[in-house]
């Protein structure tokens, strides 16, 4: 007996979990909907309660390394206790936060969804299914309002910020110039920081391009960038570029 309670708290012969989802291709502001499915484990022996969260990859800086943390930005649970020693199925809906990162365009961005059992005096047993975030219509028209601007997505990253909006963290969209009449920026950097609908508010950190002894001053006391509150309309690729415009002179 005491044997077996040792190979439980290692994860041996313990229960086993499986969130098998409806969609993994999502939206910020989506529901991801499915159905956890929890096998084996001890009769007698009921776990806490299951836990279901969604989990994105940020880049943090000590120094001048970088190195990642997994950060859970939104979840539920099933409350328990949950009996184990039997094939259990739970349905599941978890709303999908506004502020979720994009990962369908490119770069060091992953989101998933994490699930798990609360079990005491054991291992907790996990699973993990990746989830494809693509950008809301509204974000899609702002970032194709850039593109008619002159600029060109050049990266997407997800990293550390000591408080933002009550977040950790923050995803920002760096352009660079793809006409040579924006090469008076070295580049911008789009923050989504609200979306209503058509309406957006984001932070656009502006580095203009050093010019001159002026220019190279700015640049070497970083105030060659600033950061701006932009508040637009993004019904349409044209009048995200027409209120960008208004902030991009």
Sequence with gaps: MVFKSFMRSLGVGGPTIDAVLDND???????????????????????????????????????????????????IEIPGPIQLGQASSFPFRLQVPPH??????????????????????????????????????????????MHQLGFALYKVDVDARSSWGGRQWVQE??????????????????????????????MLQIDRAARGLGGMLMEMTGTDESWVRASIDASSPQSAAAGLQRYIA
Excluded: C
């Design 173 to 202: 969209f760096e352009f660079r110039p793809a006409t040579r009449g924006r090469t008076r920026y070295d580049e911008i950097e789009v923050v989504f920081e609200n979306i209503q609908g058509n309406h957006v508010e984001l």
């Design 100 to 145: 979720t990162p994009v990962t369908s365009l490119g770069g060091r961005n992953f989101v998933w969804l994490r699930s798990g059992l609360d079990m005491p005096w054991a291992v907790d047993p996990a699973d993990t299914d990746a989830l494809e975030v693509h950008p809301t219509q509204a974000q899609v028209n702002v970032l194709e309002g």
């Design 25 to 75: 291709q999502v939206r910020p502001g989506d529901v991801v909907t499915g159905r956890l499915n929890i096998q084996g484990g001890e009769a007698g022996r009921p776990a806490t309660k299951a836990v279901l969260e969604i989990v994105a990859r940020v880049t943090r800086k000590s120094g001048d390394e970088e190195y990642q943390t997994d950060e859970a930005i939104g979840g």
